[in-house]
């Protein structure tokens, strides 16, 4: 009876493994483990384009969240132990790329194969009732009494914190830098007074923007972006020209798979992601949420992660913030 | 807990939680303390040290007071009798069911749940732990957790040396096959322990009918219903989505 | 006029929600789901929210919402279910019902407990909602007030009540637990400078320890362990007809009913801290103003009824910041903030010009949640308490199966396991030796917001400690913590006894009767 029942599962199993493997991809559901908690801006894009994706492959995608270690490290980690089958892909940010340089790993971002969806660019604004109406008034204010103004950016070594010291070095201003656990609470702090300057993205500030409690001085970014309501917030790069030596580092939210992943599998996805991308679904979400659309795989999308684990690892490493040096793990200086 | 061997317990309690405070207070001592880390200027109420020498401080003064009473109170005196071969060899009812316990939980959480497929796994730490306290026979109870504690061990060496992961990297269900054959043998041989007593059969029943369907509820429930993954798929999960594609063919 | 306005657009809202059958079965549906989640040890508010979040996807923005916010609701109810009949909260929201409930259900009274904490929970929700549509453009004006030395106080204060939660055998049992859970709240990145403290090169250490896992060990093991050990029965439920409201008990309790509603949206509406901390405070706050603060702990049905209403009222607080500035104010309000954007809504000051209505359907949704909330909990709470029939050798295994998927749920990280049991052997020792553990649970979820904050506070004043002094909501806290802390000291209170004595021109009792 034991001996029987044994065999049979044995059997049904062995089927089931072989049965599976033949088939093209993808013959069954996808799995997109996202690294950081449910309900952040990764979390989202990845659900959205992860349902568009889903019609297309004709599978579905559950996207969950494994969250905790060093910058997702926790996460990246279970997907890279994972079949390199495309089953299982890491929903990704900027953020993970410094997950070598702080000990939660020991790989390079050259493991993985990213699909870039975009990121909302970063933006300074200031508190309401701050006297500074444009970029200029503010940058000579700081610099006339260095490191008085306070400013908020999110976490020390987040992707705003960088943004933040990029426009600190291109303008030569000092200001004093007052870490918050996150966005949401640096917003408020700029809203309650108790800093004056934020940088954040626009994602992020939108209504707040909108709302007249917080006031957009410069965009970040080369371009300058139109927000409803707003009206367009320029780009700081024509006053401040050396902004163009540190900027911009935008972020890059999306998912990867394994590099060492099969050529037609990462083609299979590659395509189906252009083709979310241009669906209706994402280009409404992404527009509505001020998201800029990358939409880099492949190549070009390795290039990029390598650009930002360079920049990120070494800021960090200058900054005394990070446990190796990027030399350890080869990382070129930017 | 009496008031003597309360101040017994209170008496090495306070020389551990010395200790730790102290060890907190040394390692806090390597922790920036003035220099700038991290990008953000620091001043001594800035450190990140701050509040853990402040936690580690008040935790010293709680316990040499708690020291201080316990001495005071005689709790010093006797309490080297505790770990007396008699008493190890011998140990009280309480220290055995206490021990079984500790047993299953350690042997369910650090070995089973991450290596071992969930249902699998839940079933194989429920029916020997419910039904060793449901049927409350010390015969019973000694024999399922020399069964539990045999099959941890075999694991953990299996697990340390290196053996395991390798076998399951050739065959995912190397050591799932045993183990589910393990879980149908674990209830035969309880059955046959408990021969024909009608009270405890009926409780053999319902605790192998909770064992199998709570288990079987949960994972249902969670990887279908809530779309969670489980710690570990394997058996039974493949078996569930071999049987739900036999039902639907993706990509179609 | 602006009340008749928003009563009138309130009551259009209800009527399109309740015209359609589906929104009503996914209200029902969700609030029951919500109502079990919360009732299981390890299946909390924020992972339900969050769970749902996924499944709610791909429906229409309305049915999503009355699915979250119901289970939102149904959840934070349900909690008080295993806090009553176990002694293991099923969500860290009602851990303080535990206190007082699990007392009542041991004389039997737990199906008059499960009674008073539906109807309390029913109230607190309804006041939370009230003050959601007439008081939020006030609320927020004050939640703009709150800066990091107004954070500092508030955690300075949770600490405060925890410390006097304290042990029958040594009034320091209690610190000593609040210190090893403060200390225990340091582990990982410092969230000002990011610097690793005791993570000992440990990976899974670096984000911090989690609360959930911590709370399920803390609570949930070492009940485990005792039923189990000392071949404890479950609590045994007198017979009853039914579960009746007890308005009269309820009417009795109208002070206390007000009083915590009243924290409970506050605490809801400061950004960050949520129904946790709620019913801790609200239940601390019942006892320290007590007439007779001995009978807390002992099956004081004030206890059970303030920490349930101040959870649920914490609701409605908690959307407050939520929705007018796109802050959550509380662990699961970040999961809803998340599903809010899935569905293209943000929330945030231009929500009514972007949604017209918005705010009122929100409402709309919160009420029937509640009703529903109500109905089902007066029917359910009967049925309830049969599983204590249940036989607890079996019962309690199956707990801590649940205990396992749960703290792995919210993550799918399997070193929660690991530190979940670890928490909860220690717990069992410190349990056996008369420590409350509710101190170490508070200090754990406590402790980085008066860590960070304190630490901020002075970073932005450059050192000073002027400010503590100088902005009034400040002062108020500063206010509440000195009251707090003389009520705690025996002299302070003799000392009221007599000044009141003198007042009322009663004769000065005996100075020598006072001492004990």
Known sequence: MKKTLVLSTAILMASVTTGLAADKYPARDITNVVVWAAGGGTDLCNRVVSAEMAKILGVNINVTNKTGGVSGSIGMDAVYNEKPDGYTIAGISESVVTAAVQGGWDKRMEVWSPFIIGGSPDVVSVTASAPYKDLKELIEAAKAEPNKIKASASAAGSIHHLNLLALMNGSGAKFNYIPYNGSAPAQNAAMSGEVTVVVTSVAEQQQLLKGKKLRPLGMLTPDSFTVDGVGTIPSSFPDYPKLKEYLPISQAIGFAVRSDTPEDVKKTLGDAFEKALKSDAVKKWTTENYYTVSGKHGKAAQAEFARLESLFGWTLFELGAAKFSPEKFGIPKP | ?????????????????????????????????????????????????????????????????????????????????????????????????????????????????PYVDFALATFLFLFPFALSFYVDRPDILKKMALIILGLSVIMAVLLLSGVWPRAVESFEYAFEIPLAVLAIAVPVYARRLIGDDPLLARRFLITLIVAIASPLFLFLAFRYGLRVQMPHEGLVADAAEAIRYFFRTPGA | MYVIDQFTSFGLSLYATLISPVNILVLVGATLLGIIFGALPGLTATLGVALLTTLTYGVPTETALIALLSMYVGAVYGGSYASILINIPGTAASAATALDGYPLALKGEAGKALGLTTTASFLGTMFGMVVLVLLSPLIIDLALQFTSFEFFLLAFFGILISGTLSSRDLVYKGWIAGFIGLFMSTVGRDRLQFFPRFT???????????????????????????????????????????????????????????????????????????????????????????????????????????????????????????????????????????????????????????HPGFILELTAILLLASLAMWGLGITLAKQVVKVLKLPAQVFMPVIAVLCVIGSYSLGLNVFNLYLMIAVGIVAYFLTEMEYPISPLVIGVILGPMADENLRRALMVSEGSFAPLFQRPVCLLLLVVIVLTVMSQIPACKRAKERLTDRVLGRKPRNASMDVD
Not at chain 2, 49 to 67: E, N, Q, R, T
Not at chain 3, 207 to 234: D, H, M, T
Not at chain 3, 269 to 291: C, F, H, L, M, Q
Request: contains cysteine.
């Open chain 2, 1 to 113: 807990m009496n008031k003597e061997a309360m101040r017994r317990a209170d008496f090495k309690t306070g020389i551990i939680l010395i200790v730790l405070s102290v060890l907190v207070l040394v390692e806090t001592s390597t922790f920036p303390m003035t220099d700038s880390y991290g990008g953000v200027q620091n001043v001594w109420y800035v450190s990140p040290a701050l509040f853990p020498l402040i936690i580690g401080g008040v935790l010293l003064v709680l316990s040499v007071v708690l020291l201080a009473n316990a001495i005071r109170e005689g709790g010093h005196r006797g309490g080297a009798g505790t770990l007396s071969p008699r008493r190890l060899l011998s140990p009280s009812e309480h220290t055995v069911r206490f021990g079984t316990i500790l047993l299953y939980l350690l042997a369910y959480v650090y070995l089973f749940v």
């Open chain 3, 200 to 354: 000992f090169d440990i990976s899974e250490l670096d984000a911090g320890l989690e609360v959930v896992p911590v709370l399920l060990g803390a609570f949930g093991i070492p009940q485990i362990i005792k039923v189990l050990v000392n071949r404890q029965p479950l609590a045994r439920p007198k017979e009853f007809a039914r579960i009746l409201p007890e308005w009269g008990t309820i009417a009795r309790n109208a002070k206390h009913i007000v009083r915590s509603a009243s924290i409970g949206v506050g605490i809801g509406s400061v950004p960050g801290i949520g129904e946790d901390i709620a019913g801790w405070v609200s239940y601390g706050v019942a006892r320290n103003t007590s007439k007779h603060p001995e009978t807390f702990g002992t099956g004081e049905v004030a206890g059970v009824v303030s920490s349930e209403t101040a959870n649920n009222a914490c609701i409605g607080g908690a959307l407050i910041p939520l929705i007018t500035l796109g802050i959550p104010g509380s662990p699961p309000a970040a999961m809803l903030l998340g599903a809010l954007m899935l569905h293209n809504v943000t929330p945030g000051p231009m929500i009514e010009f972007e």
